[in-house]
T-cell receptor, first 109, second 113 residues
């Protein structure tokens, strides 16, 4: 079974904090993605990576950065969290098909 | 770039009836079309996918059809059950493993007993 795991299911952070969301996949996939999901807006792509140390901006990269030091791990970083980054964050990994993690629900106070 | 439209946004069906969700895409080069089911509080799960060299694919009560000429594809769920209640997303991409998926906006399906 493909497994995409995310480090936290729920997170509460304060405005201005630096936030790390971790994602790990066990299928040796080269492609990994970070999305955010908000009611009425569907799934929006933040960043993606085609290989180790490679990253490309998605549709809404502002306020975020990413890190891919190892093939299996893709991290999303909120440099200075703001209340408008309160959302559900979904990591995905893709080989011939794309699999999602369970999501991290982030609340920024 | 690719644009995927999904209809309807909500769908209410009686248990045992069929449900159909339709998606259209804009880029004729797209060749991979997955469907995801998302239950409350969980990440989307792949339920079925189809590639452009196939017109229809079935898996038990779920089927997907693809019309490349018209650039639309549909998800069919037969004999719906309460556990089919969820949000369903369609998506499209070009290429194989390297293509980014473009998602539809989602359909909330409610199956009433």
């Amino acid at each position: 079974d493909v497994k995409v795991t995310q480090s936290s299911r729920y997170l509460v952070k304060r405005t201005g904090e630096k936030v790390f969301l971790e994602c790990v996949q066990d299928m040796d996939h080269e492609n990994m993605f970070w999305y955010r999901q908000d009611p009425g807006l569907g799934l929006r792509l933040i960043y993606f990576s085609y290989d180790v140390k490679m990253k490309e901006k998605g549709d809404i990269p502002e306020g975020y950065s990413v890190s891919r030091e190892k093939k299996e791990r893709f991290s999303l970083i909120l440099e200075s969290a703001s209340t408008n980054q309160t959302s559900m964050y979904l990591c995905a990994s893709r080989g011939k098909t794309q699999y999602f993690g369970p999501g991290t629900r982030l609340l920024v106070l | 770039g690719e644009n995927v439209e999904q209809h309807p946004s909500t769908l209410s069906v009686q248990e045992g009836d069929s449900a159909v969700i339709k998606c259209t895409y804009s880029d004729s080069a797209s060749n991979y079309f997955p469907w995801y089911k998302q239950e409350l509080g969980k990440g989307p799960q792949l339920i079925i996918d189809i590639r452009s060299n196939v017109g229809e694919k079935k898996d038990q009560r779920i089927a997907v059809t693809l019309n490349k000429t018209a650039k639309h594809f549909s998800l069919h769920i037969t004999e719906t059950q309460p556990e089919d209640s969820a949000v369903y997303f369609c998506a499209a991409s070009k290429g194989d493993s390297w293509g980014k998926l473009q998602f539809g906006a989602g359909t909330q399906v409610v199956v009433t007993p």
